[in-house]
């Protein structure tokens, strides 16, 4: 299904102290300035309450980058969905590969990740991908659709959500996939989703991530079934960022 309206996410990743707030704020002012695709910021955990009074009545949506589990309890430096809803933070990015292969989060443990987001009121946004291995052993449509199928929880299908299709081996890196291999996957994406959830689910947008760049965006934003970007190193100057959303 075509998405009409593209979904950017940028992912600050640990980057970003109380200047970086300046970046929010330049952004916005552009966004609000002249209407634009659908615009979202996720930055460290720390700078949520002030990026939420930096971007206060304005387009630009707030978002963290992890949630965990469960709702409160001991489990020391970890940060609830509650807490980020509560510090002005409206979707959540979960799975994302750094935290599959340092943490070494699960398929389940993504899936219990989403149900707390959405107990929170929170957009999960499922982040999914294969290993440059997986790639070149001709896995990655069974990787890609095995985990949609695993880290997509029951819940999910009534609410709004997303699933980024990030390939690892192009985090980062300054490399990216072919457009036929960007769509490739995303139909199987589109597949897992709905063969997980139902019909009522093929609404929700498919964002490309990986070494989105103002030069390459409009292209990838393009290719079929890409409802949006989910964006790193490109989104921490309001500038660059600007560019990609431009191309949306
Ligand atoms: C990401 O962190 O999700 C990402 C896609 O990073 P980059 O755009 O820097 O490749």
């Given at each position: 299904m075509k998405q009409s309206v593209k979904f950017i996410v940028g992912n600050w990743k640990m980057h970003g102290v109380s200047a970086a707030v300046s970046e929010a704020l330049a952004l916005k002012e552009a966004v609000?300035?002249?209407?634009?695709?659908?615009?979202?910021?996720?930055?460290?955990?720390?700078?949520?309450?002030?990026?939420?009074?930096?971007?206060?009545?304005?387009?630009?949506?707030l978002g963290g980058q992890d949630c965990h589990e469960k709702a409160s309890g001991a489990f020391t430096g970890s940060v609830s969905a509650e807490m980020l809803a509560d510090a002005g933070a409206t979707l959540v990015i979960l799975g994302h590969s750094e935290r599959r292969a340092a943490f070494g989060?699960?398929?389940?443990?993504?899936?219990?990740?989403?149900?707390?987001?959405?107990?929170?009121?929170?957009e999960p946004i499922i982040c999914v991908g294969e290993t440059l291995e997986q790639r070149e052993a001709g896995q990655a449509v069974s990787v890609v659709?095995?985990?949609?199928?695993?880290?997509?929880?029951?819940?999910?299908?009534?609410r709004p959500f997303a699933v980024a299709y990030e390939p690892v081996w192009a985090i980062g890196t300054g490399l990216t996939p072919t457009l036929e291999q960007i769509a490739e996957v995303h139909a199987a994406v589109r597949a897992a989703i709905v063969k997980r959830l139902g019909e009522a689910a093929r609404r929700a947008p498919i964002l490309y991530g990986g070494s989105v760049k103002p030069d390459n965006a409009a292209e990838i934003l393009t290719t079929p079934e890409v409802g949006g970007a989910l964006v790193g190193g490109a989104s921490l100057l309001a500038e660059d960022f600007l560019k990609i959303i431009r191309a949306a």
């Open positions: 609000d300035a002249s209407p634009m695709c659908r615009i979202a910021l996720c930055p460290p955990a720390t700078l949520t309450d002030r990026m939420r009074a930096a971007l206060a009545g304005g387009r630009v949506e989060e699960t398929d389940a443990l993504v899936a219990a990740k989403a149900e707390a987001a959405i107990a929170a009121g929170l659709s095995a985990q949609v199928e695993g880290s997509l929880p029951d819940g999910l299908s009534e």
